[in-house]
């Protein structure tokens, strides 16, 4: 399906973008984004990709529809880290991204969160993507479950409108490519953790919990809370040296395998944690942040910490596709 066109919202550094492209196809018509670091990062990489920038402010009337529209919107109402005021919060942009959908009217939509979202706010999402007409499914997926050193639940779900097509799913892009190398690329059996399906009829359908083995070996996992990234990999010093990963040695090896490139230092001469190594934490290519000109440190980390791993998204994506009903495929077409 090379022909979809995509609009990506809250974009950041594009991981989803990454991965919906992975799975589905397509190219990007627009992007929005209205936070200085991001917008940077996104003309970086599509200079010819037009940003909207504050989705707050677009009249979708105006706007280029597309056949997929995705977004990563901000976590903060959600996040455990937060107050969690959920739809009470300022940062609830949701209704606004609900009023573009029912203006652009795209076959699909994908979306990704904090896993804490499903347990606040998520019910109002369900509601408005069924009185829009849309089947939705959705799923938690770990980091860790494609291989990656770190944990990182992410909610990611999808949401189908009646007329749309069933999408031929690509066998390149994220996925492709970490399977090429002998990476752990993820079984989409073992994936989902935590699943559901929302009625079209403004019913949201329940979260069902499903138990994934606590395989230590596979995900790297040590007992205990892992130590702060800028005490892994010390320094021997600041002249030379080798990582002294200890106990992660096995998880890092493993992300080493599948991103097929060696993990940098975890933290610079002045013993702060390296932007680079966040970026290799979250899959992603070499410089696709840290090498955007103009962008300060605290901008580079604010933007790898907003993001997903596009593998790991596009290994829900795929679970979450396979899973649909064949059925609801090009029912009204």
Same mark, same amino acid.
């Given at each position: 399906?090379?022909?979809?066109?995509?609009?990506?919202?809250?974009?950041?550094?594009?991981?989803?973008?990454?991965?919906?492209?992975?799975?589905?196809?397509?190219?990007?018509?627009?992007?929005?984004?209205?936070?200085?670091?991001?917008?940077?990062?996104?003309?970086?990489?599509?200079?010819?990709?037009?940003?909207?920038?504050?989705?707050?402010?677009?009249?979708?009337?105006?706007?280029?529809?597309?056949?997929?529209?995705?977004?990563?919107?901000?976590?903060?109402?959600?996040?455990?880290?937060?107050?969690?005021?959920?739809?009470?919060?300022?940062?609830?942009?949701?209704?606004?991204?609900?009023?573009?959908?029912?203006?652009?009217?795209?076959?699909?939509?994908?979306?990704?969160?904090?896993?804490?979202?499903?347990?606040?706010?998520?019910?109002?999402?369900?509601?408005?993507?069924?009185?829009?007409?849309?089947?939705?499914?959705?799923?938690?997926?770990?980091?860790?479950?494609?291989? #990656?050193?770190? &944990?990182? !639940?992410?909610?990611?779900? =999808?949401?189908? +409108? @009646? /007329?749309?097509? %069933?999408?031929?799913?690509?066998?390149?892009?994220?996925?492709?490519?970490?399977?090429?190398?002998?990476?752990?690329?993820?079984?989409?059996?073992?994936?989902?953790?935590?699943?559901?399906?929302?009625?079209?009829?403004?019913?949201?359908?329940?979260?069902?919990?499903?138990?994934?083995?606590?395989?230590?070996?596979?995900?790297?996992?040590?007992?205990?809370?892992?130590?702060? #990234?800028?005490? &892994?990999? !010390?320094?021997?010093?600041? =002249?030379?040296? +080798? @990582? /002294?990963?200890? %106990?992660?040695?096995?998880?890092?090896?493993?992300?080493?395998?599948?991103?097929?490139?060696?993990?940098?230092?975890?933290?610079?001469?002045?013993?702060?944690?390296?932007?680079?190594?966040?970026?290799?934490?979250?899959?992603?290519?070499?410089?696709?942040?840290?090498?955007?000109?103009?962008?300060?440190?605290?901008?580079?980390?604010?933007?790898?910490?907003?993001?997903?791993?596009?593998?790991?998204?596009?290994?829900?994506?795929?679970? =979450?596709?396979?899973?649909?009903?064949?059925?609801?495929?090009?029912?009204?077409?």
């Amino acid at each position: 399906m090379t022909g979809l066109r995509i609009g990506s919202v809250c974009t950041g550094y594009g991981g989803l973008d990454i991965a919906v492209q992975a799975v589905f196809g397509g190219e990007l018509a627009w992007v929005a984004d209205n936070d200085p670091g991001a917008a940077r990062i996104l003309a970086h990489h599509h200079p010819s990709v037009p940003n909207l920038g504050d989705i707050t402010t677009v009249d979708w009337h105006d706007v280029e529809p597309v056949d997929v529209y995705i977004g990563g919107y901000p976590c903060q109402p959600f996040s455990t880290a937060g107050k969690r005021k959920g739809t009470n919060d300022a940062r609830h942009i949701w209704p606004f991204i609900a009023r573009a959908l029912g203006v652009l009217r795209p076959r699909y939509a994908i979306f990704e969160n904090v896993a804490n979202h499903l347990r606040l706010g998520f019910d109002t999402v369900l509601v408005d993507l069924a009185d829009l007409g849309f089947d939705v499914e959705w799923c938690v997926v770990r980091a860790d479950e494609v291989g #990656a050193p770190h &944990q990182r !639940r992410r909610l990611i779900f =999808l949401a189908t +409108a @009646p /007329d749309a097509p %069933r999408p031929g799913l690509s066998g390149q892009g994220v996925r492709g490519r970490a399977a090429q190398r002998g990476g752990a690329a993820a079984d989409t059996a073992d994936l989902g953790h935590e699943r559901g399906r929302g009625a079209r009829r403004g019913r949201p359908g329940p979260a069902h919990g499903r138990g994934t083995p606590a395989d230590a070996a596979r995900h790297g996992r040590g007992q205990g809370r892992p130590e702060p #990234a800028w005490q &892994q990999g !010390r320094l021997d010093s600041v =002249l030379g040296g +080798a @990582p /002294d990963w200890g %106990r992660y040695a096995p998880a890092i090896t493993r992300w080493e395998a599948v991103t097929g490139r060696r993990a940098p230092w975890a933290a610079d001469a002045r013993r702060r944690l390296n932007p680079a190594f966040v970026e290799w934490m979250m899959g992603l290519d070499p410089g696709h942040v840290t090498a955007v000109s103009g962008l300060s440190r605290t901008q580079q980390l604010k933007a790898l910490g907003n993001g997903v791993v596009p593998l790991q998204a596009a290994a829900a994506l795929r679970l =979450l596709l396979a899973r649909a009903e064949p059925a609801t495929w090009g029912r009204a077409a």
